[in-house]
């Protein structure tokens, strides 16, 4: 079965970094775009990143653009997120999310999601 297992969440400190990494399985992977997602205490989801199957195209939401960088090795069905210039309103539960499509398309495209990982940004 499809499975998107997310690592690399942390504590940071604002104006750092932090790289998160998805390990999916259980379909081809390169037929997929892959997306991340976040939400915070009492908040909710926003989607803030997703990359075509091929790698080529990439979205990002306002309010991440310019300093996070999503990407895929497709030979180890691996989907990354490098978070960079870290805020205190970054802190949020982040998912890893496979869409039905290989184009990105729009968030009510992605039908499975992994479990999250945990980012805290705090001095």
């Known amino acids: 079965q499809v499975q998107l297992v997310e690592s690399g969440g942390d504590l940071a400190q604002p104006g750092g970094s932090l790289r998160l990494s998805c390990q999916a399985s259980?379909?081809?992977?390169?037929?997929?775009?892959m997306g991340w997602s976040r939400q915070a205490p009492g908040m909710t989801r926003e989607f803030i990143a997703a990359?075509?199957?091929?790698?080529?195209?990439?979205y990002y939401a306002d309010s991440v653009k310019g300093r996070f960088t999503i990407s895929r090795d497709n030979a180890k069905n691996m989907v990354y997120l490098q978070m960079d210039h870290l805020k205190s309103e970054d802190t949020a539960r982040y998912y890893c999310?496979?869409?039905?499509?290989?184009?990105?398309?729009?968030?009510?495209?992605?039908?499975?999601w992994g479990q999250g990982t945990q980012v805290t940004v705090s001095s």
């Open positions: 999310g496979k869409s039905l499509y290989q184009f990105i398309g729009n968030e009510g495209n992605y039908d499975t």
């Open positions: 990359v075509g199957g091929t790698g080529r195209r990439t």
């Open positions: 259980g379909f081809t992977f390169s037929n997929s775009a």
